[in-house]
């Protein structure tokens, strides 16, 4: 089949991979000039499950995210407009939904698919991301930790290893964790990774390309069409609409506008999120693996010699313009798990913004959009690392009308 695929962040990356795989004649569309240049960029970098990710199902199973994250105001709104307000209602509505215990059983499986599908990949193309392993989440105080229990419940319910470890094992297993930052304890997930996000959605752009694929650049989509399904690219001089026999969009945000005239409706919003990403200084300071703070939602993570600070959430904010109270927050945090870790004051400190696709359930859709040779792999938020590859080929066995290994029919368009 001819497949067109918009977006080349490390979804589209993905999903071009498992289709060239399959023996697809493939065309990606990116309005960017390279790929993962928006929200894979800098991201967090987890490889870990979706309930351990902060942000990456902001809107599920209420109870269980306060246990995990705290009842703190979870979103900062700045000019949020009308349609921003509706996500959030739906957002908030989403907790109390009867499918979500569904979804969360779907996200569970999608993880544990994704890392798998994730591993087997590198290992076959012998691709090497600046991965680490285990993922620790630390607990201020034993209040904190008897808070936790129903939600170490539910993810054990779900097959995930996780173990409560006290404060001496957890600074064994991060032997850089400052003595002067109160530690009661913390969960541990010796399976979950962390890694360039960046680096791997190149990397599988190569090895698509070396399939046969072919990423076309600075190339904007501006409108899709269904039977015959077809593309309109901007600025195309014979002005006529480019025609496949599917096409998948991967596109974040810009997704729900492709699909609007043709009358399917994605609730889709941007989350900003930040990234502090800095030298190495100091090994026996520095992160070994992930390390995750619930009071502040902030991740550490080690990617190779940089140590990468991730966190906060703006939903409205479309200018920009950085929030500097978010930023030093995402500095006070690490440089108080890990002083001495990081040259924050080094010229090579790099600060990104970046927008996260999130749909207000938190998972994706997967598959079909409703329309005729049109679908769907898009709305990961602060997951798409950790959902990408098991996504890419669960959409490319729906395709083709295969059963995909996990059922995540859950995750389908429809519940929109």
Request: proline share 6%; net charge positive; hydrophobic share 45%.
């Amino acid at each position: 089949m001819q497949i067109a695929i918009v977006g080349a962040g490390i979804v589209g990356a993905a999903t071009a991979h498992e289709l060239a795989i399959d023996g697809h004649d493939v065309t990606v569309f990116e309005q960017r000039s390279a790929a993962a240049e928006e929200a894979s960029f800098a991201n967090a970098g987890l490889l870990s499950p979706a309930l351990l990710i902060p942000w990456a199902a902001p809107g599920l199973g209420g109870g269980l995210r306060r246990q995990l994250w705290g009842a703190q105001a979870t979103l900062r709104l700045g000019g949020a407009g009308r349609a921003d307000l509706a996500w959030l209602w739906q957002w908030r509505r989403a907790a109390r939904a009867p499918n979500a215990p569904a979804t969360l059983a779907a996200l569970a499986r999608l993880g544990e698919y994704s890392l798998a599908r994730t591993r087997q990949t590198a290992a076959e193309m012998g691709m090497e991301a600046e991965t680490s392993r285990g993922t620790l989440l630390l607990l201020r105080t034993s209040q904190e930790q008897e808070q936790l229990e129903p939600a170490l419940r539910a993810l054990r319910d779900a097959g995930v290893v996780v173990n409560a470890v006290d404060a001496d094992m957890a600074r064994l297993i991060e032997p850089g964790l400052s003595p002067e930052v109160p530690l009661a304890g913390a969960l541990h997930t010796p399976d979950g990774e962390s890694g360039n996000c960046r680096l791997f959605a190149q990397m599988l752009r190569y090895a698509a390309q070396e399939r046969g694929a072919r990423f076309v650049f600075q190339s904007r989509v501006q409108a899709i069409g269904s039977a015959p399904t077809s593309l309109r690219i901007a600025g195309n001089a014979a002005g006529q609409p480019r025609r496949f026999d599917a096409v998948v969009l991967c596109a974040g945000t810009s997704t729900a506008s492709l699909l609007r005239p043709l009358g399917c409706t994605l609730p889709v919003r941007a989350l900003h999120g930040y990234s502090i990403s800095a030298p190495l200084r100091d090994e026996c300071h520095a992160p070994q693996g992930a390390v995750i703070d619930p009071h502040h939602r902030v991740t550490i993570t080690r990617q190779g010699q940089r140590v990468r600070v991730a966190g906060g959430a703006e939903l409205g904010r479309g200018d920009g313009a950085h929030h500097e109270p978010t930023l030093q927050k995402l500095y006070h945090t690490l440089s108080g798990w890990f002083p001495g870790g990081a040259q924050l004051s080094s010229t090579q400190v790099q600060v990104w913004r970046g927008a996260r696709p999130t749909l207000p359930d938190g998972g994706p859709v997967l598959g079909a959009s409703g329309m005729p040779g049109v679908w769907v792999n898009a709305g990961h938020g602060a997951a798409g690392w950790a959902q990408a590859c098991g996504s890419a080929r669960i959409v490319a066995d729906l395709l083709m009308h295969r059963e995909p290994a996990v059922d995540v029919q859950a995750l389908a368009m429809r519940r929109f």
